[in-house]
């Protein structure tokens, strides 16, 4: 497994906009897919956005319009702009990378909208 390291998150007033990112440690070979996922406190972890093996992009209902998932496939990194952020973002952002060899997670980024 490869560490992902994440980085970007921090507080920020509702409707203001961070953008996270994510790198992995290592090479990842044959990636399927990569994408964000969050954990508010007290709820299961939900996917945040996503590319699909098609190269499309998947997001959750809730952040439609308002996020947007980008990557560099040189650097195998993938972002997460984040904007007109609401008090209900606030959770634990993670990386999920899927490679040939299984899927790569990172420790997790805060993010906390609050005024």
């Known amino acids: 497994q490869v560490q992902l390291v994440e980085s970007g998150g921090g507080l920020v007033q509702p409707g203001g906009s961070l953008t996270l990112s994510c790198v992995p440690s290592?090479?990842?070979?044959?990636?399927?897919?990569m994408g964000w996922y969050r954990r508010a406190p007290g709820e299961e972890r939900e996917l945040v956005a996503a590319f699909t093996r098609g190269g499309g992009t998947n997001y959750a209902d809730s952040v439609k319009g308002r996020f947007t998932i980008s990557r560099d496939n040189a650097k195998n990194t993938v972002y997460l702009q984040m904007n007109s952020l609401k008090p209900e973002d606030t959770a634990v952002y993670y990386c999920?990378?899927?490679?040939?060899?299984?899927?790569?997670w990172g420790q997790g980024t805060q993010v906390t909208v609050s005024a």
């Open positions: 999920n990378i899927v490679g040939v060899y299984g899927a790569n």
């Open positions: 290592g090479s990842i070979f044959g990636i399927h897919t």
